[in-house]
């Protein structure tokens, strides 16, 4: 049996304008320059099968014409050379599902997954590949879960994963989600909508690799079966400075462990630089380190005795960000305000806050409580 | 030789809002049901091509979702029925010209048509048709004539009209266009863009159909070649208050005149009635009026003695528009300034603005025939 060249690439964010608050710069050419030099490797390397694990459009709700014109340019290239499949994430575009269905009604070679059924392709050499699609969720999905079914999101989705690892394989299974791994939030950016995070163990065990999306820097979660996070083609924002940007090119063979080789995309680097005090001699030292830095700068400092911090942002062309260093214990609350709150729903969320905002909120949330009641009835 | 049964349809503006200046009515419902009609109708008659001809989305710079999700889900409709052939208009938003040239990459069931190329395509039972393009010009094309080629945007269009009266045909061919016919400017409603205005000479006789878009009222333009414009599928605004709407279905056969049916789509009526005085018995009229009517209501009126006239918006659910009567000088004024306008390209609009606007004007003026020289000097 023919072996299966994959290359797995993820979160895309194209038309991403980073640090927007400080000094806004348009991401474009490092992204076209990182998807250009994925498009050669796959050249070189005769792949098989393309696996795109969501987040393709930075902008869920109102995409540039940029944006979209770079995302059809690359999946066109990307067509070229082999059958594409893509998974939707939390920051995709909404029209791109739209468009995804009608392209997946033409044509066999791309692919957009964007429910739970199990699809079955053909890659470029013949071989019948079953993908496991585990995209990010819906509003939908909370309300059908929540009131349809009385059911939590978490109960909801395990039953999802719990479905997928009954579906029977083919010659190849390949398993594509966009979510957290549990115990790898420490390693999620902050991102749009609700974290979704899943347990190693729910993941269907027979998969002969199973592609992942949504955290930024390259990660192999386990080597049994096969899970990568591709990571993000360049350096979004500085807590991704040591990040290794890339792709995944992964050789599944029969009787045999899979082969991994990452493809470094060489994006720019990006720097924070610490000071105690903005003196003289530490802005002297900024021109001079960001004279010969090719990439962007964030500067932290605690002491600002010159109240000229922010005219480094106007003076030298690649710092980006300049920020005052955050007090320790303001840091350990949000953290666990952050793990408080991802443990409620929706509706608990607006029940803490009524409670907290309030007075006379529990008549407000008895009226809630008792509209799911008759939902839930109207629908059963 | 097989006939060759061609459906055209045009101007849909999908995402139209109507009267957003006095009462938005969102006309989503009443394109569905006329889009569903003709896919009704499409599958009756079994038809072997379908060809739209533009402003397939009314928003062009940045459409809702559902515009977006409608326009993919009638073309999937249509797609499973027969290979779809689309023209871009000028209303069409730029990301669908990204979009279909990815999809026009991927399937030759449907077909962007977005440059001057002629294309050849598959009907359904095997007809060979050679498409003859001609979309709405870009801004691009402009410059191109204008600075490049030193020539004017109508000689422009004029060479590409030449080119494809000089290409030969397959078995079928069919011209599209989105423009203005010569003669026929008093039938264009209020659009974006500049008005493009095509003598009827210039069109390729050799076509066995000419399919054009961008008038919204239905019109047979020449019976030789067979040329129409099937307008919009509902009542867009009260201009098209008289106008039967719906789509055309014409039968290319060889050796015989085309035969050609409407497919009418039956949008809700839209009505303007006029009142010399507004008073207490007109006020009366307009309301039992608009009880039995089922569609939208314009009042005009020369005298509001009550000072209710806006009023009557608020309380009568389908008056959508309350005007004034406007003098009738006015009404020629603006014609009068639109025409001297048409005359004039962007820079020579330019520069009458800075002439009019501006003290030491004709500075400027040089300097920008400098540039544009400067720029024709070093692009040949």
Same mark, same amino acid.
């Given at each position: 049996?023919?072996?299966?060249?994959?290359?797995?690439?993820?979160?895309?964010?194209?038309?991403?304008?980073?640090?927007?608050?400080?000094?806004?710069?348009?991401?474009?050419?490092?992204?076209?320059?990182?998807?250009?030099? =994925?498009?050669?490797?796959?050249?070189?390397?005769?792949?098989?099968?393309?696996?795109?694990?969501?987040?393709?459009?930075?902008?869920?709700?109102?995409?540039?014409?940029?944006?979209?014109?770079?995302?059809?340019?690359?999946?066109?290239?990307?067509?070229?050379?082999?059958?594409?499949?893509?998974?939707?994430?939390?920051?995709?575009?909404?029209?791109?599902?739209?468009?995804?269905?009608?392209?997946?009604?033409?044509?066999?070679?791309?692919?957009?997954?964007?429910?739970?059924?199990?699809?079955?392709?053909?890659?470029?050499?013949?071989?019948?590949?079953?993908?496991?699609?585990?995209?990010?969720?819906?509003?939908?999905?909370?309300?059908?879960?929540?009131?349809?079914?009385?059911?939590?999101?978490?109960?909801?989705?395990?039953?999802?994963?719990?479905?997928?690892?009954?579906?029977?394989?083919?010659?190849?299974?390949?398993?594509?989600?966009?979510?957290?791994?549990?115990?790898?939030?420490?390693?999620?950016?902050?991102?749009?909508?609700?974290?979704?995070?899943?347990?190693?163990?729910?993941?269907?065990?027979?998969?002969?690799?199973?592609?992942?999306?949504?955290?930024?820097?390259?990660?192999?979660?386990?080597?049994?079966?096969?899970?990568?996070?591709?990571?993000?083609?360049?350096?979004?924002?500085?807590?991704?400075?040591?990040?290794?940007?890339?792709?995944?090119?992964?050789?599944?063979?029969?009787?045999?462990?899979? =082969?991994?080789?990452?493809?470094?995309?060489?994006?720019?680097?990006?720097?924070?630089?610490?000071?105690?005090?903005?003196?003289?001699?530490?802005?002297?030292?900024?021109?001079?380190?960001?004279?010969?830095?090719?990439?962007?700068?964030?500067?932290?400092?605690?002491?600002?005795?010159?109240?000229?911090?922010?005219?480094?942002?106007?003076?030298?062309?690649?710092?980006?960000?300049?920020?005052?260093?955050?007090?320790?214990?303001?840091?350990?609350?949000?953290?666990?305000?952050?793990?408080?709150?991802?443990?409620?729903?929706?509706?608990?969320?607006?029940?803490?806050?009524?409670?907290?905002?309030?007075?006379?909120?529990?008549?407000? =949330?008895?009226?809630?409580?008792?509209?799911?009641?008759?939902?839930?009835?109207?629908?059963?």
């Amino acid at each position: 049996m023919k072996d299966l060249r994959l290359l797995h690439t993820s979160d895309w964010h194209l038309g991403i304008t980073s640090w927007n608050g400080t000094k806004p710069v348009d991401r474009r050419n490092e992204l076209k320059k990182a998807l250009d030099r =994925i498009i050669e490797e796959a050249e070189k390397k005769d792949v098989d099968l393309f696996l795109i694990t969501g987040d393709l459009i930075h902008n869920r709700s109102n995409p540039g014409f940029l944006a979209i014109h770079d995302v059809t340019e690359y999946l066109k290239k990307m067509v070229k050379i082999a059958p594409v499949v893509v998974l939707l994430g939390n920051h995709d575009w909404r029209g791109l599902k739209a468009l995804g269905n009608l392209i997946s009604s033409l044509s066999s070679d791309l692919v957009f997954l964007s429910s739970y059924e199990p699809v079955d392709v053909v890659a470029k050499r013949g071989q019948k590949v079953r993908l496991l699609p585990f995209p990010y969720p819906e509003e939908s999905d909370y309300l059908e879960a929540k009131v349809l079914k009385g059911k939590s999101l978490d109960s909801y989705l395990e039953t999802r994963l719990a479905k997928l690892r009954e579906v029977g394989k083919e010659e190849f299974a390949v398993f594509l989600g966009h979510f957290t791994i549990e115990g790898l939030e420490p390693y999620t950016s902050n991102e749009l909508g609700r974290e979704i995070t899943i347990k190693r163990t729910l993941l269907p065990s027979f998969s002969d690799y199973i592609a992942l999306g949504h955290l930024h820097s390259f990660r192999i979660v386990q080597e049994q079966p096969l899970t990568i996070y591709p990571g993000s083609l360049i350096r979004l924002d500085f807590g991704e400075e040591k990040d290794e940007k890339g792709a995944v090119f992964v050789t599944v063979r029969k009787g045999g462990e899979p =082969i991994c080789n990452r493809i470094d995309t060489q994006p720019l680097p990006l720097k924070t630089l610490f000071f105690k005090t903005l003196d003289t001699l530490a802005r002297k030292e900024i021109r001079e380190f960001c004279e010969d830095f090719p990439g962007y700068v964030r500067i932290v400092y605690e002491e600002d005795p010159l109240k000229l911090a922010h005219e480094l942002l106007s003076t030298v062309e690649n710092v980006v960000k300049v920020e005052k260093k955050a007090e320790r214990i303001l840091q350990t609350d949000t953290s666990e305000i952050r793990e408080e709150i991802s443990k409620l729903d929706y509706f608990e969320l607006f029940k803490e806050y009524v409670k907290n905002e309030h007075k006379g909120g529990e008549d407000i =949330i008895r009226i809630l409580d008792d509209l799911l009641e008759e939902v839930k009835k109207d629908e059963t």
